[in-house]
T-cell receptor
């Protein structure tokens, strides 16, 4: 069963604009992660946020986590054409398993 | 640094033929290893995971199997492929020191005809 669900399914923005993607999940989590996947490639780990953290930054990425709403957001600032990819959130529940959402397809137009 | 390899990169196989996909990890010891399948435009479905040599846990009952003959080698197999086995297969590793952060290989695109 899917735990994380990303929203929107697809997003098209102009280079230089900010991109915001959201992830909602259903049950309690230990951590939430965001991954990027370029077309036809493997996933790249972007950032992990723990359940006791509210916000985390990594370069142009900002992730927030609201455990009361069971949601997270990924903000990419000053987007570039190279940011075009699918973005997935993944949650874990203290088993060995990550559960991935269906992803948001981001298109950054030059 | 750690690297993860998968091969082949692409594969076209007829229905009923056998399958063997290989995944190897370099630069780490005792990793947890995972096989996922991704349907077009979808998220990842966990197929198998392994916490050690010979230890395999299956998540989805189907005609696929996995084996871990060596610490850093993970193999996905099938005796007879089905059309529904087509997809993008991804292997991932995870360090026991940093659980849940998974690092993925480049994937194998399998088309069953």
């Amino acid at each position: 069963s899917q735990q994380g669900e990303e929203d929107p399914q697809a997003l098209s923005i102009q280079e230089g604009e900010n991109a915001t993607m959201n992830c909602s999940y259903k049950t309690s989590i230990n951590n939430l992660q965001w991954y990027r996947q370029n077309s036809g490639r493997g996933l790249v780990h972007l950032i992990l946020i723990r359940s006791n953290e509210r916000e985390k930054h990594s370069g142009r990425l900002r992730v927030t986590l609201d455990t009361s709403k069971k949601s997270s957001s990924l903000l990419i600032t000053a987007s570039r054409a190279a940011d075009t990819a699918s973005y997935f959130c993944a949650t874990d529940d203290s088993s060995y398993k990550l559960i991935f959402g269906s992803g948001t397809r981001l298109l950054v137009r030059p | 640094s750690q690297t993860i390899h998968q091969w082949p990169a692409t594969l076209v196989q007829p229905v009923g033929s056998p399958l063997s996909l290989e995944c190897t990890v370099e630069g780490t010891s005792n990793p947890n290893l995972y096989w996922y399948r991704q349907a077009a435009g979808r998220g990842l479905q966990l197929l198998f995971y392994s916490v050690g040599i010979g230890q395999i846990s299956s998540e989805v009952p189907q005609n696929l199997s996995a084996s871990r003959p060596q610490d850093r080698q993970f193999i996905l197999s099938s005796k007879k492929l089905l059309l529904s086995d087509s997809g993008f297969y991804l292997c991932a590793w995870e360090s026991r020191a940093r659980p849940y952060e998974q690092y993925f290989g480049p994937g194998t695109r399998l088309t069953v005809t």
